[in-house]
């Protein structure tokens, strides 16, 4: 588990603020995803990448911009935060398509 | 898309017996299907999983079962302990990515 770690931890911003959560493996999993988690709606992908240079659309990636220049990073970052965006965002990773998925431990995001 | 619908949303047990959470898919390519367990403020972590070439498989107190032809799968937890509480997530691959069930919280009393 140590293998993929997710940062800050926990972040207080203001409306309207840019916000950039970072994600980074050691494992040089090929896979890596983005959810966010919020009470009644479970796991909800936002983004996902199966490269490096190649991202994708998940089920709410609206509000959200993704990079993928190094295959251990996957930075999030939400371009002008709002309310509706305060959640627990888990980043998560494998190796190819159908290997296990590994979570890293979240970032509680509160946005006021 | 892939559609995962998990039940129940909350399973109270005592402890000793045994709990079962179902859950159905609709993407008839899905071919991999795991379990994860939340705990409270804690990331899920992968507890089993299940190929579809595989109809059980078992590990300690915890077994799988999928049924292709019906497009559902199961979680069986037998001899339930007060440190099985917690939110089991299921989900199924398809494309790639993973389709989460909305999850149980499981509760075992004492």
């Known amino acids: 588990d140590a293998g993929i770690t997710q940062s800050p931890r926990y972040k207080i911003t203001e409306t309207g603020r840019q916000v950039t959560l970072m994600c980074h493996q050691t494992?040089?999993?090929?896979?890596m995803f983005w959810y966010r988690q919020d009470l009644g709606h479970g796991l909800r992908l936002i983004y996902y990448?199966?490269?490096?240079?190649?991202?994708d659309k998940g089920e709410v990636p609206d509000g959200y911009v993704v990079s993928r220049s190094k295959t251990e990073n996957f930075p999030l970052t939400l371009e002008s935060a709002t309310r509706s965006q305060t959640s627990v965002y888990f980043c998560?990773?494998?190796?190819?398509?159908?290997?296990?998925?590994?979570f890293g431990p979240g970032t509680r995001l509160t946005v006021t | 898309g892939e559609n995962v619908e998990q039940h129940p949303s909350t399973l109270s047990v005592q402890e000793g017996d045994s709990a079962v959470i179902k859950c159905t898919y609709s993407?008839?390519?899905?071919?991999?299907f795991p379990w994860y367990k939340q705990e409270l403020g804690k990331r899920p972590q992968l507890i089993i999983d299940?190929?579809?070439?595989?109809g059980e498989k078992k590990d300690q107190r915890i077994a799988v079962t999928l049924n292709k032809t019906a497009k559902h799968f199961s979680l069986h937890i037998t001899e339930t302990q007060p440190e099985d509480s917690a939110v089991y997530f299921c989900?199924?691959?398809?494309?790639?990515?993973?389709?989460f069930g909305a999850g149980t919280q499981v509760v075992v009393t004492p």
């Open positions: 998560a990773s494998k190796d190819g398509p159908s290997g296990e998925q590994y």
């Open positions: 494992w040089s999993h090929s896979y």
């Open positions: 990448s199966a490269a490096a240079d190649i991202t």
């Open positions: 993407d008839s390519a899905s071919n991999y």
């Open positions: 299940i190929r579809s070439n595989v």
């Open positions: 989900a199924a691959l398809s494309w790639g990515k993973l389709q």
